[in-house]
C-alpha cells in the first residue's frame, strides 16, 4: 500500500531522513522505533504531505503522492494522522470534532456523519461524551476522540505518532486497548512509538530507526529477540536497562 524510497528531509542543514526505505503492506501494522531525534515523526509527517521532500518518492496506492503537482488535500482523504498533542478543537464538542471534516471535506450530510459519529465514539466507550468540550475529557478521553475524528474520514492508512507520550501512565493501556481493536479490523497502520512492549505485542514489522535511515526492520520476534545489526543491540541493551522492554 505505501512505498518510501530515498526519502530525505532536511531541516536548516541537518538532515533528518537519510535515503530512508520502507514498504507497508495492506493490513498490516508497521512500528517505527528509535532514540528521539531519529526520524520516527517526520517520517509520518512526509507521508502526510505536511512536509515537502528534498529527495526520494512516497507512493501510495500505486500513486506517487510525494510528487509536487499532486493535490495534498485530496491524498490526506485517504489518510487519518494522530498526533501526540490531540488537537482537538476546544470550542467544538466531541460530536462537532469528529464530524467536521466529514462534512466540510467530505460533504456528507449532517445526519449521516453524526450518526457514524456516535457509532464509532460507542465503540471506544465514548458514547454519553459526544456533547461534552475536550477541556472535560480526561486525556485518554481526549486522544481516543482524536483517533475516532481520523476514523470518521474512512481512511485507508492511519498514522499515528507517539499517541501515548502526552497521557499519565494510567491512561495509556485504554488508548492501546483501541489501537488493537483497530488491528483486529484490518486497518493498516504505521506507529512511532516509545511503547516497546506494545511494538512487540501488536505489530507485523518493526523498524528501527537511526540517524534517519531504517537500521533493520523484521518481525518482532527477531528485532527484539534477535537483532543483527550492532546498533539496534545498543538501543535495545539500553531499553531493557532502563526497564522499558
Known amino acids: 500500500m505505501l512505498t518510501c524510497q530515498g526519502v530525505r528531509k532536511e531541516f536548516g542543514g541537518r538532515v533528518v531522513l537519510d535515503g530512508l526505505d520502507l514498504t507497508v503492506e495492506e493490513h498490516r501494522v508497521v512500528a517505527l522505533i528509535g532514540a528521539s531525534g531519529s526520524g520516527k515523526s517526520t517520517l509520518l509527517r512526509c507521508v502526510n504531505l505536511l512536509e515537502e521532500l528534498d529527495d526520494g518518492s512516497i507512493t501510495l496506492d500505486g500513486e506517487e503522492i510525494s510528487d509536487p503537482r499532486v493535490d495534498p488535500d485530496r491524498v490526506r482523504r485517504r489518510i487519518g494522522m494522530v498526533f501526540q498533542s490531540y488537537n482537538l478543537f476546544p470550542h467544538l464538542s466531541v460530536l462537532e470534532n469528529v464530524t467536521l471534516a466529514p462534512r466540510r471535506v467530505h460533504r456528507r450530510a449532517r445526519a449521516e456523519a453524526e450518526a457514524q459519529a456516535r457509532e464509532l465514539l460507542a465503540r471506544v466507550g465514548l458514547a454519553d461524551r459526544a456533547d461534552a468540550y475536550p477541556d472535560r475529557l480526561s486525556g485518554g478521553q481526549q486522544q481516543r476522540v482524536a483517533i475516532v475524528r481520523a476514523l470518521a474520514n474512512s481512511p485507508r492508512l ?6 501515548t507520550s502526552a497521557l499519565d501512565p494510567e491512561l495509556v493501556g485504554e488508548v492501546l486497548a483501541m489501537i488493537r481493536d483497530l488491528k483486529a479490523d484490518g486497518m493498516t497502520m504505521v506507529l512511532a512509538t516509545h511503547e516497546m512492549g506494545f511494538a512487540r505485542e501488536v505489530a507485523d514489522q518493526v523498524c528501527f ?3 534517519g535511515r531504517v537500521v533493520e526492520a ?4 527477531q528485532v527484539f529477540g ?5 546498533r539496534t543491540r545498543q538501543f535495545l541493551k ?8
Open 158 to 163: 492511519m498514522l499515528l505518532d507517539e499517541v
Open 209 to 211: 530507526l537511526d540517524a
Open 218 to 221: 523484521g518481525p518482532p520476534a
Open 226 to 230: 534477535e537483532p543483527t545489526q550492532p
Open 238 to 245: 539500553r531499553i531493557i536497562e532502563a526497564g522499558r522492554l
